[in-house]
């Protein structure tokens, strides 16, 4: 998650003048034009002296609301000793956040701050999908290795999980499982698989978003490509990149068991032939 201009504000002492400061902040540019937004994508906290804005500041804001920005940074002291009271009416009118950067405050400085939260943010999520995959691989070496795999699943995630099996059987699940949401998933799975040659990409996922549920349903197909379960982790909120990384891992680890299961019984079937 990118860190918020509130945040970004408390680090650099920046004076806000305008809007929420709850916004995040995905990357910060610098920028005298009059019209920047064909330059940025979106999230970014726009940084500008004014040099070329002596007026037009409704229209000026008006662009950067409808590119999605995170905010507006304005500096004082060279160009305009204050930022012009158009352009906070324009920023309050529109709901732009608007914050005052004093002269002693570089823009690269503040470019530096955020560049180092997104890193401080992306270090964070790799360590807690690390240590997120060391648990799920703990609990996939106790002895009901694929309920245990679910179980923690499901609190990684902070919601449910369930194994489903091959002709759609529930194997295992979590309480509060929302088993009504998956079954069109596996019809669409299954068709997908009859439909597959040989030479195309492994079977992927099915993720189903409503209000309040959103749930990700993956075949278990192992190395012959025949599926040979499924399994569904459903959480009443989006599902974050760290949590994505946790549901692929239990992906790897329910295949791995459920081909060592297959190992395991055909050698035991092997050996109760007569000689």
């Known amino acids: 998650m990118a860190p918020s201009l509130q945040t970004v504000v408390r680090r650099m002492r920046l004076r806000p003048l305008a809007g929420s400061l709850d916004r995040p902040v995905r990357w910060v540019a610098v920028s005298e034009l009059e019209d920047p937004t064909p330059f940025l994508e979106g999230g970014e906290l726009v940084l500008t002296t004014g040099m070329r804005l002596t007026s037009g500041f409704s229209a000026y804001v008006g662009r950067l609301v409808e590119r999605g ?28 956040p608007l914050l005052e950067v ?91 698989s009859h439909r597959q040659e040989p030479a195309e990409r492994p079977l992927s996922s099915v993720a189903l978003s409503s209000p309040g549920e959103h749930v990700i349903v993956q075949p278990l197909s192992g190395t012959s490509r025949r599926i040979r379960g499924f399994f569904a982790v459903g959480a009443p909120h989006p599902f ?36």
């Open 69 to 96: 920005v995170a905010g507006l940074g304005f500096g004082v002291g060279l160009t305009h000793d204050d930022v012009p009271a158009e352009l906070v009416e324009a920023a309050m009118a529109a709901g732009l």
């Open 240 to 275: 974050s990149p760290v949590a994505h990384t946790v549901v692929n891992a239990a992906g790897s680890l329910l295949t791995l068991a459920l081909e060592q299961g297959r190992s395991q019984l055909a050698a035991e079937r092997g050996c109760a032939r007569p000689s």
């Open 102 to 192: 004093p002269r002693e405050t570089p823009f690269i400085a503040i470019g530096k701050t955020v560049s180092e939260l997104l890193a401080a943010e992306q270090y964070d999520e790799i360590s807690r999908a690390f240590a997120a995959q060391g648990r799920l691989t703990r609990a996939a070496l106790q002895p009901e290795g694929t309920h245990a795999v679910i179980d923690r699943l499901a609190k990684e995630v902070g919601g449910w999980a369930a194994l489903i099996g091959e002709s759609g059987e529930v194997a295992h699940a979590t309480p509060d499982a929302r088993l009504d949401t998956v079954l069109p998933a596996l019809d669409r799975l299954r068709r997908g």
